[in-house]
């Protein structure tokens, strides 16, 4: 490997997950140094933990890939999760990256000692690194309902991300409780097995309408051929989407979006049951919360085993779960009822300079500045991290120009007589002023519950235009960053 670094300044990457698997690519092609630290047996984040039945990426599948590294072998225009698996295992070994990759080794501590970071994993190993970069996702700590008597259910109980494929559902009485993505592909996944389904949902979601297109032979093998034809492909799909539904969220009036409303109402006017049909009618505005994407949710819940019980769940009890009067008789009972959102690399313990720990700042909401850094923690920087596009962008596309921007702080301050770049409180807060601003003129602003909003109700997610994250992302400004000496 070439030494790019003559200083030897080395990284720690926590996670090897999408973006961490990124960031050792990039690394180890730029010839830094680094270490990736994973708390798994395996590569893969939320796909290693998301085994669903039904698990599919509702992104298509050319545009959920690496730019450098498409993939012509996609089955589906959006694959099942388990492709999406392999692939990145399958990139994380054809790039070297497996073997920089601690396995089974959580990182419990970063301190910021004044000129590098302290780091003390699970095992109790501590290192010394120059740059941290936190990989470590946004939907990955399962959230569990406050429901009383959740304790009591004599069946299996597990979460959506902590699937037990160990218990039969096959022939049994299933309760899925949520109606996001997950339970969403769950419920049209398993309906057709299972004995009774009985999907309990707060709140009716919008459902946009996709056709399950699944590639021939002769299409893959054009792919294979021809990679200008892939790569033609996943820039028209980057630019349309990038043009057009990342545009239309941060305006929470956009026309496109009354038009994927309307393309919603279509598909609910498929169900037949009057009484059924009101109840999966959302009276929000589509795109307020995260859209779901299905082609077969509303045939599943027309099917006769299965029920939406709308009424609220009471408690939950060692039979089933009793919503409003009733008593639902549960053999195996399923939590599709979403992530911490806010959670980020917590519960790691982190501590910047002066002492200032990472979980206070961070007491009312985590925010950053541009999405990946944070005043008084040099030297350290998040892919995909608060204020990241999470709804609007795809989060590979998104990590990649995170990491870009990363790359050139970096570089700056390696061929300049310096060793450590913090970002100033002062742009840090300019920023996210501007941002809580543009947040309330967006879609998830429009009036409902959803995991996009923080404490407060304000969406946290980037709220600008593609061209701006793009534009951000490509000149640092370098002025924003305390650069110094230690
Ligand atoms: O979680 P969610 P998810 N009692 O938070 C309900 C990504 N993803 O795992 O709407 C009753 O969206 C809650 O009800 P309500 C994607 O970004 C991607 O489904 O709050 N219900 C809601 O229905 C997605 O957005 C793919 O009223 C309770 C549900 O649980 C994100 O992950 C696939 C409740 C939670 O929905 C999260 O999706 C899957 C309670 N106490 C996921 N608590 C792809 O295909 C919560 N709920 C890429």
């Known amino acids: ?19 961490g ?15 990736i630290f994973e708390k798994a047996d395996r590569v893969g984040g939320t796909w290693r933990e998301n085994t669903y039945p039904g698990i599919a990426c509702d992104v298509p599948s050319h545009i959920y890939s690496y730019s450098f590294e498409l993939n012509p072998e996609w089955s589906e225009f959006t694959s099942p999760g388990s492709e999406v698996q392999e692939y990145f295992e399958g990139v994380s070994k054809r790039y070297g990256v497996d073997s920089e990759i601690r396995f089974r080794e959580a990182v419990t501590r970063c301190t910021w000692m004044g000129h590098e970071w302290e780091i003390e994993t699970e095992k109790g190993h501590i290192e010394r690194f120059r740059w941290v970069i936190a990989a470590t996702g946004i939907l990955h700590h399962p959230k569990y309902p406050e429901i009383e ?12 991300a902590r699937w037990d494929h160990n218990v039969e559902i096959q022939g049994k009485k299933v309760g899925l409780i949520g109606t996001g993505s997950s339970g ?118 027309q099917r006769p085993n299965v029920d939406i019980v709308t009424a609220d769940i009471e408690q ?17 009972l399923v939590l599709a009822t979403g992530f911490h959102v806010d959670a980020f690399m917590r519960p790691m313990n982190i501590t910047g300079r002066n002492g200032i720990v990472l979980d206070e700042v961070w007491k009312d909401w985590p925010s950053a500045y541009l999405s ?25 596309q998104t990590a990649e120009m995170q990491f870009d921007y990363v790359l050139k702080v970096v570089d700056h301050v390696n061929q300049g007589d310096l060793d450590v770049a913090v970002i100033s409180q002062e742009a840090y807060q300019r920023f996210d002023a501007e941002r809580y601003e543009a947040a309330k003129g967006t879609v998830w602003a429009t009036g409902c519950n959803s995991w996009y909003l923080d404490n407060n109700g304000v969406p946290f997610a980037w709220p600008f235009p593609f061209s701006r994250f793009r534009a951000e992302m490509e000149a640092p400004k370098l002025e924003d960053y305390e650069l110094a000496k230690s």
């Open 149 to 160: 008597g959740l304790d009591d259910f004599d069946g299996p109980i597990f979460h959506t």
């Open 372 to 396: 990946i850094a944070v005043p008084d923690f040099p030297n350290f920087f998040m892919l995909n991290g608060p204020n990241s596009p999470v709804g609007n962008f795809s989060l590979i």
């Open 316 to 332: 939950i009890e060692k039979n089933g779960v009793r919503a409003g009067e009733e008593l639902h008789e549960i053999d195996v």
């Open 1 to 19: 490997m070439v030494d790019a670094d003559p200083k030897g300044h080395t990284f720690a990457v926590i996670g090897a997950g999408m973006s």
């Open 184 to 301: 969403v592909q769950i419920t049209a996944a398993i309906a057709p097995d299972v004995e009774k389904l009985s999907v309990f949902q707060r709140t009716a979601q919008w459902v946009v309408p996709n056709e399950r297109v699944v590639y021939t032979e002769e299409e893959k093998e054009a792919f294979r051929t021809d990679a200008d034809l892939l790569r033609n492909l996943h820039t028209e799909m980057s630019t349309a989407f990038n043009d057009g539904f990342a545009t239309s969220v941060i305006d929470g009036n956009s026309e496109l979006i009354d038009d994927i409303q309307k393309r919603c109402l279509e598909a609910l006017e498929t169900v037949q049951d009057p009484e059924l049909k009101k109840k999966l009618q959302p009276t929000y505005k589509a795109a307020c919360k995260r859209l779901v994407v299905s082609h077969n949710f509303y045939d599943a819940v």
């Open 21 to 35: 698997i990124l960031a050792g690519i990039k690394l180890k092609q730029a010839g830094y140094k680094f270490q």
